[in-house]
Nanobody
Framework: QLQACGGGLVQAGGSLRLSCAAS????????MGWFRQTPGKEREFVAA????????SHADSVEGRFTISRDNAKNTVYLQMNSLKPEDTAVYYC?????????????????WGQGTQVTVSS
């Protein structure tokens, strides 16, 4: 089970940190990812981190502004979002891909959280 939180309303240029707490024994052997979705559009890859935390991948649209990380002792993955833009407005989902190194495709993820809304005002 994945529980995401940390979303909210922020002005452009501001920052938010999303957290996703995982329960179950597969977290530490799973790649973790963040995706986002806006109404009428497909779910979009944002960032992913390997099970060890040593390898990360970020979408071009967020590279240099967002940083994914994880704390395996706390079974939690984070998404630090800086320099937010109105186009970052979306529902953000965390996901887990057991047995995968780093995954950028949504179909590689078998477990999904409920989503948290991020709204960036101009």
């Amino acid at each position: 089970q994945l529980q995401a939180c940390g979303g909210g309303l922020v002005q452009a240029g501001g920052s938010l940190r999303l957290s996703c707490a995982a329960s179950g024994h597969t977290f530490r052997s799973s790649a973790m990812g963040w995706f986002r979705q806006t109404p009428g559009k497909e779910r979009e890859f944002v960032a992913a981190v390997s099970w060890s935390g040593a390898h990360t991948s970020h979408a071009d649209s967020v590279e240099g502004r967002f940083t994914i990380s994880r704390d395996n002792a706390k079974n939690t993955v984070y998404l630090q979002m800086n320099s937010l833009k109105p186009e970052d407005t979306a529902v953000y989902y965390c996901a887990a891909a057991p047995g995968v190194q780093v995954a950028r495709l949504s179909h590689e993820y078998g477990y999904w959280g409920q989503g948290t809304q991020v709204t960036v005002s101009s």
